[in-house]
């Protein structure tokens, strides 16, 4: 095994930031494709529901796509993922406002 290859159950219980500092949640699970054996997303839980304005109502939690991970460390750091998930709606009106 690599030196930089982690166990997948070592990532459960990390803290999710966006790479700009927001906190998005803690990892619960992983998802995986059995059939390559690669790790596709990131099961988040104890959502920042701020945060996500309001995409995640009522949700348990949320699948982060694999792709979106930046670092893996102490904690976890994927890329912009707020921004990504903002309603189209705020965008157009953050930038009214801007």
Do not use: C, H, K
Not at 56 to 70: D, H, L
């Amino acid at each position: 095994m690599d030196a930089t290859q982690t166990e997948i159950g070592t990532l459960v219980g990390r803290d999710v930031y966006s790479t700009n500092g927001t906190y998005v949640g803690e990892i619960e699970d992983v998802r995986l494709d059995l059939d390559t054996e690669f790790v596709t997303g990131l099961a988040v839980g104890g959502l920042n529901r701020e945060a996500l304005s309001g995409r995640a109502r009522g949700a348990a939690g949320v699948i982060v796509p694999f792709r979106w991970v930046r670092s893996v460390g102490d904690i976890v750091l994927v890329s912009d993922v707020i921004e990504r998930l903002r309603e189209p709606d705020e965008e157009s009106e953050a930038e009214a406002t801007a």
